[in-house]
């Protein structure tokens, strides 16, 4: 499967931004997904992840409340809502999917396709 990432930005704090992934192939639905992020200098850390059904969804405690992540099958699309960005949030944001299992994996190096990424930037 390839992914193709849209919709960052520069957005104050506070603001929000909605970003996409989109996905080639037509096995999209037996894909988990999930979004990622790297900000200069750091480590990729986990965002959120949702199962091949929609069904589950997991996020990292820091984004939990403000980041919602959903999926549109048909379209062979995930998104990700970002409402009440903190500038702890600038970063480039990837999207990545993982044959479907019962279990949403937080490890990027357990997630085998990968977008090329977007860039969200929160002003304070």
């Known amino acids: 499967v390839q992914l193709q990432a849209s919709g960052g930005g520069l957005v104050q704090a506070g603001g929000s931004l909605s970003l996409s992934c989109a996905a080639s192939?037509?096995?999209?639905?037996?894909?988990?997904m999930a979004w990622f992020r790297q900000a200069p200098g750091k480590e990729r850390e986990f965002v959120a992840a949702i199962s091949w059904s929609g069904g589950s969804t997991y996020y990292r405690g820091s984004v939990t409340g403000r980041f919602t992540i959903s999926r549109d099958n048909a379209k062979s699309t995930v998104y990700l809502q970002m409402n009440g960005l903190k500038p702890e949030d600038t970063a480039v944001y990837y999207c990545?999917?993982?044959?479907?299992?019962?279990?949403?994996?937080?490890?990027?190096?357990?997630?085998?396709?990968w977008g090329q990424g977007t860039q969200v930037t929160v002003s304070s």
């Open positions: 192939g037509r096995t999209f639905g037996s894909y988990n």
């Open positions: 990545a999917a993982r044959l479907g299992s019962n279990t949403l994996y937080t490890v990027p190096r357990l997630y085998g396709y």
